[in-house]
């Protein structure tokens, strides 16, 4: 994903006068170039998260439309009172692509986590969350939402879906299966897992990569059995108000595959950490099996 959004910024900034890149001393290599040739416009602004919002913020409400790229932690929680004041309160379009998501960098240590990245800017009114699960929903959802005048966060992964790889739109969750005896709700990065699972078992899948706005109708219409397992790649519970919220008064059963809601000391590969946690095909499988049989 982080190729294909470098990609795109190579695009972007000789074609468009009024797109302004920032990377706060990561990815520069891919866009040594245009980082050459449009100096004025495309920069390195170093360590310096907090400082490059209100200076995006500033930018936006001059008509330019700012990318911000930077490590996920650092761009949220270091920042946070800039994304509240700066950016939501003045109601300004600006795009924050965040590497690093949840436990992508196991080697780097808990500083480098952020699994409540998602939880802590949907309590922001106004601010839009993104995350793809492959390269190519990645620009799709980029396309169609970087010039919506809103303040967008795109969650982008090292480790994408590699089998599943459905086309998807801004704001809609993607129908992938129907089924009579459950709904699985599939965030990300984990629908390869979801659907290893579930590809032959009587079951709805819905795929979301628009975590806010959340798409409220596709789930109530597809949620007849009101069971409901959520497999998503941040802390526990990061939709579970949402799900509430779309389907008020109906008798619910509600299952989750997540993170645990834990400071994460522990040591290991991306792969050993997710095992560890739970955020596997086996989880997943016991989960809804447990479900079903209810």
């Given at each position: 994903?982080?190729?294909?959004?470098?990609?795109?910024?190579?695009?972007?900034?000789?074609?468009?006068?009024?797109?302004?890149?920032?990377?706060?001393?990561?990815?520069?290599?891919?866009?040594?170039?245009?980082?050459?040739?449009?100096?004025?416009?495309?920069?390195?602004?170093?360590?310096?998260?907090?400082?490059?919002?209100?200076?995006a913020?500033?930018?936006?409400?001059?008509?330019?439309?700012?990318?911000?790229?930077?490590?996920?932690?650092?761009?949220?929680?270091?920042?946070?009172?800039?994304?509240?004041?700066?950016?939501?309160?003045?109601?300004?379009?600006?795009?924050?692509?965040?590497?690093?998501?949840a436990?992508?960098?196991?080697?780097?240590?808990?500083?480098?986590?952020?699994?409540?990245?998602?939880?802590?800017?949907?309590?922001?009114?106004?601010?839009?969350?993104?995350?793809?699960?492959?390269?190519?929903?990645?620009?799709?959802?980029?396309?169609?939402?970087?010039?919506n005048?809103?303040?967008?966060?795109?969650?982008?992964?090292?480790?994408?879906?590699?089998?599943?790889?459905?086309?998807?739109?801004?704001?809609?969750?993607?129908?992938i299966?129907?089924?009579?005896?459950?709904t699985?709700?599939?965030?990300?990065?984990?629908?390869?897992?979801v659907?290893?699972?579930?590809?032959d078992?009587?079951?709805?899948?819905?795929?979301?990569?628009?975590?806010?706005?959340?798409?409220?109708?596709?789930?109530?219409?597809?949620?007849?059995?009101?069971?409901?397992?959520?497999?998503?790649?941040?802390?526990?519970?990061?939709?579970?108000?949402?799900?509430?919220?779309?389907?008020?008064?109906?008798?619910?059963?509600?299952?989750?595959?997540?993170f645990?809601?834990?400071?994460?000391?522990?040591?290991?590969?991306?792969?050993?950490?997710?095992?560890?946690y739970?955020?596997?095909?086996?989880?997943?499988?016991?989960?809804?099996?447990?479900?079903l049989?209810?």
């Amino acid at each position: 994903m982080r190729k294909a959004f470098l990609k795109r910024i190579n695009e972007i900034i000789p074609n468009e006068p009024d797109t302004v890149f920032m990377t706060v001393d990561i990815g520069m290599w891919a866009i040594r170039e245009t980082l050459r040739d449009y100096p004025q416009r495309c920069m390195n602004v170093g360590i310096f998260e907090d400082a490059m919002m209100t200076i995006a913020a500033g930018m936006a409400s001059r008509g330019l439309v700012p990318i911000i790229f930077g490590i996920q932690p650092y761009l949220i929680e270091r920042t946070l009172e800039q994304i509240k004041m700066d950016l939501a309160y003045q109601k300004q379009g600006i795009n924050v692509i965040g590497t690093g998501a949840a436990v992508d960098y196991p080697k780097y240590g808990y500083s480098h986590y952020c699994a409540e990245d998602a939880a802590i800017i949907k309590q922001i009114p106004g601010v839009e969350f993104v995350a793809p699960g492959t390269p190519k929903q990645f620009q799709q959802l980029f396309n169609e939402s970087y010039r919506n005048g809103h303040t967008t966060f795109f969650r982008i992964s090292d480790h994408p879906n590699m089998l599943y790889d459905p086309d998807v739109k801004f704001g809609k969750a993607t129908v992938i299966q129907t089924g009579t005896k459950a709904t699985v709700i599939a965030v990300s990065v984990m629908l390869d897992a979801v659907m290893g699972v579930c590809k032959d078992k009587d079951v709805t899948v819905l795929y979301y990569t628009t975590l806010e706005p959340f798409d409220k109708a596709v789930l109530q219409e597809n949620c007849k059995s009101g069971k409901i397992l959520i497999v998503e790649p941040e802390y526990r519970g990061t939709l579970l108000d949402d799900i509430h919220a779309a389907l008020p008064g109906k008798q619910l059963i509600i299952d989750q595959v997540s993170f645990p809601k834990e400071i994460f000391r522990n040591y290991g590969t991306y792969e050993e950490k997710m095992n560890y946690y739970g955020l596997n095909s086996k989880n997943i499988s016991d989960k809804l099996e447990e479900m079903l049989d209810q």
